[in-house]
């Protein structure tokens, strides 16, 4: 089917908040607890999302679109982290519908965003990701991300989860 990549706009909150909790709950399964991941809400998330897409500031939100339904987004944006100059930008987040994993448009989207934050001057890009997510690090690698050495633990489901900071020159 064919796929299209294109910006969100506000009528996508919902989507982008079901896909958001959908894909959480098939992805950080036996990553993070069951009980934070079986309360995530739906209409909870889509407030922040659709605060998000009315007020988007530097952050840029894709969604890729299989025959009229959204299946998956990414978000785009300059660095917040300490360490970054003006020409880092960041993948915020990247969520495909479980029923859409492995099927390559991952990579799409992946490839949409780099060149969305090359277009807009950025040199490098950075992503965090939960250092138990195997299989997103695998794609990120197939993608030529590297860790590149910096970790944290972040907040995520009430417990304090290392995550892994990878890099790409752009
Ligand atoms: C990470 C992600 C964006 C990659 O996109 P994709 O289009 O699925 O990428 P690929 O087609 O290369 O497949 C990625 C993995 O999904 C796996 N996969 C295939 N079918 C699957 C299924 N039904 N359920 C779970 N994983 C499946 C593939 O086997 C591959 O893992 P592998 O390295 O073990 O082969 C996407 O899988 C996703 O949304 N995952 C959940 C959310 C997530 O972890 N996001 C990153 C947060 S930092």
Same mark, same amino acid.
């Given at each position: 089917?064919?796929?299209?990549?294109?910006?969100?706009?506000?009528?996508?909150?919902?989507?982008?908040?079901?896909?958001?909790?959908?894909?959480?709950?098939?992805?950080?399964?036996?990553?993070?607890?069951?009980?934070?991941?079986?309360?995530?809400?739906?209409?909870?998330?889509?407030?922040?999302?659709?605060?998000?897409?009315?007020?988007?500031?530097?952050?840029?939100?894709?969604?890729?679109?299989?025959?009229?339904?959204?299946?998956? #987004?990414?978000?785009?944006?300059?660095?917040?982290?300490?360490?970054?100059? &003006?020409?880092?930008?960041?993948?915020?987040?990247?969520?495909?519908?479980?029923?859409? #994993?492995?099927?390559?448009?991952?990579?799409?989207?992946?490839?949409?965003?780099?060149?969305?934050?090359?277009?807009?001057?950025?040199?490098?890009?950075?992503?965090?990701?939960?250092?138990?997510?195997?299989?997103?690090?695998?794609?990120?690698?197939? &993608?030529?991300?590297?860790?590149?050495?910096?970790?944290?633990?972040?907040?995520?489901?009430?417990?304090?989860?290392?995550?892994?900071?990878?890099?790409?020159?752009?």
């Amino acid at each position: 089917m064919a796929l299209r990549i294109r910006e969100a706009e506000p009528r996508d909150a919902e989507a982008v908040a079901r896909i958001h909790v959908r894909s959480w709950q098939a992805a950080y399964r036996g990553q993070l607890s069951d009980a934070y991941l079986d309360g995530l809400s739906v209409e909870e998330r889509l407030g922040q999302h659709r605060a998000a897409l009315e007020s988007p500031g530097p952050h840029r939100t894709w969604v890729a679109e299989e025959g009229g339904r959204v299946v998956g #987004f990414a978000v785009t944006g300059p660095s917040q982290d300490a360490d970054a100059d &003006e020409r880092t930008g960041e993948l915020y987040a990247i969520y495909l519908d479980p029923d859409r #994993f492995g099927a390559g448009i991952g990579k799409r989207l992946l490839d949409h965003a780099l060149a969305d934050l090359r277009e807009r001057g950025f040199r490098t890009a950075t992503l965090w990701v939960l250092e138990t997510n195997e299989r997103a690090r695998r794609f990120y690698e197939r &993608e030529g991300w590297r860790a590149d050495g910096l970790s944290t633990r972040e907040r995520v489901d009430g417990e304090m989860r290392p995550t892994v900071r990878y890099r790409i020159l752009l």
